[in-house]
């Protein structure tokens, strides 16, 4: 067994050897230290900074888009009460109401002549028949928040002039008075 155990020195020494001749052959580098932030090395420094405005400006993006989404939730979370809602509903049907009689006092049979709830006409009053009878000129004037329409029934000329005054703008409407009969 002695000689077993030499051996297994001889071939560790053998070996030992082998990588001592082998190591020696080896080539190493020098260690060099590089930065992986473009910050420090300065390759691909644009590219780098572009990301970091990049994230940057989105991030403010989405707060604001957040800020924007929450106004616009809590401005219809306001105008969406049942208040608000009667107060819409009532405002269109009084402004029906006014457009139909003024289209009434426009286009009316004789000038004056209004309806009743039941759409039966009603006659023209005594001042109003005093302008000439059945087709006469006649003008009227109906204001409202501010606005202000006049209107001039020409029967000479086969015209009706509206003119519209508010606080956003004027208007002057001219529609020919024959060609709305049916």
Not at 57 to 85: C, G, L, M, V, Y
Not at 146 to 159: A, C, H, L
């Amino acid at each position: 067994m002695k000689n077993l155990s030499n051996k297994n020195i001889l071939i560790l020494l053998i070996l030992t050897i082998l990588v001592a001749l082998w190591a020696r052959n080896s080539i190493s580098g020098d260690l060099v230290y590089k930065f992986k932030s473009p910050s420090f090395n300065g390759v691909g420094t644009s590219a780098h900074f572009l990301t970091i405005e990049n994230q940057e400006f989105t991030r403010k993006a989405e707060i604001e888009s957040k800020r924007i989404a929450a106004e616009k939730a809590e401005e219809s979370k306001r105008n969406n009460t049942n208040f608000k809602k009667f107060l819409d509903n009532f405002e269109s049907r009084v402004y029906a109401e006014f457009s139909k009689q003024l289209a009434d006092a426009l286009f009316g049979e004789v000038c004056g002549t209004t309806y009743n709830s039941d759409g039966a006409s009603v006659p023209p009053t005594a001042q109003v028949a005093d302008g000439g009878g059945n087709a006469s000129n006649c003008t009227g004037t109906m204001t409202f928040n501010g606005t202000t329409m006049t209107y001039t029934k020409d029967v000479e000329n086969d015209q009706v002039v509206l003119q519209i005054d508010g606080p956003d703008g004027n208007e002057t409407i001219t529609l020919p008075l024959n060609d709305f009969q049916f």
